[in-house]
């Protein structure tokens, strides 16, 4: 059975860097799938964040792109979100989860607040 | 951007009765399409991909169907486990989208 889980700071200052990462049991990362964040903002719908392939192959939502960074530790099975600049618009409950053909698999999701 | 829309934004259904979910993109997306159900607190959960094909473990009672740029999700015999808000998602195109949602709620 699939499971993710995501883990990292709830609290981070403005200005600061979100860092999360998602843990993966159940299959290789380095299994034909896109390993992706899906964010949603307090009482909002689903936003796309962006993915990456095990080869390294990333996209990003145009809106991030230029504080984003996704990468993938195959010796840990796992992958990572980074965010800079983060402002008050970048709170949310983030979740990892694995595509292939939709969102087969996500983790629980966790909430990260930015504030001071 | 494809921008993907969907109606009624609520709908109440009385249980036994089916419901029926629109969704719709602003180009063709094929039948790179699916269906999510969420409930308060927590993670969506897929219920359709192709358009057409059940996610595992799904019950037979959800159906999805369409292509192109137009699509439904079909509730049949609503049970009070439906309740939630459902999503509608491509994944045509590198950058993916998802619709607003559709509310179901028990009549």
């Known amino acids: 059975q699939v499971q993710l889980q995501e883990s990292g700071p709830g609290l981070v200052k403005p200005s600061g860097t979100l860092s999360l990462t998602c843990a993966v049991s159940?299959?290789?990362?380095?299994?034909?799938?896109?390993w992706t964040w899906v964010r949603q903002s307090p009482g909002k719908g689903l936003e796309w964040v962006g993915e990456?392939?095990?080869?390294?192959?990333?996209y990003y939502n145009p809106s991030l792109e230029s504080r984003i960074t996704i990468s993938v530790d195959k010796s840990k099975n796992q992958f990572s979100l980074n965010l800079s600049s983060v402002t008050a618009a970048d709170s949310a409950v983030y979740y990892c989860a694995r595509q292939f053909h939709g969102f087969h698999s996500w983790g629980q999701g966790t909430l990260v607040t930015v504030s001071s | 951007e494809i921008v993907m829309t969907q109606s009624p934004a609520t709908l109440s259904v009385s249980l036994g009765e089916s419901a029926t979910l629109s969704c719709r993109a602003s180009q063709s997306v094929g039948n790179n399409l699916a269906w999510y159900q969420q409930k308060p607190g927590h993670a969506p959960r897929l219920l359709v991909y192709?358009?057409?094909s059940r996610a595992t473990g799904i019950p037979a009672r959800f159906s999805g169907s369409g292509s192109g740029s137009e699509f439904i999700l079909t509730i049949s015999s609503l049970q009070s486990e439906d309740f939630g808000i459902y999503y509608c998602?491509?994944?045509?195109?590198?950058?993916?989208?998802f619709g607003p949602g559709t509310k179901v709620d028990i009549k």
């Open positions: 192709g358009a057409s």
């Open positions: 159940g299959v290789s990362i380095s299994s034909p799938n896109w």
């Open positions: 998602q491509h994944y045509n195109h590198w950058r993916k989208t």
């Open positions: 990456i392939y095990h080869g390294g192959t990333t």
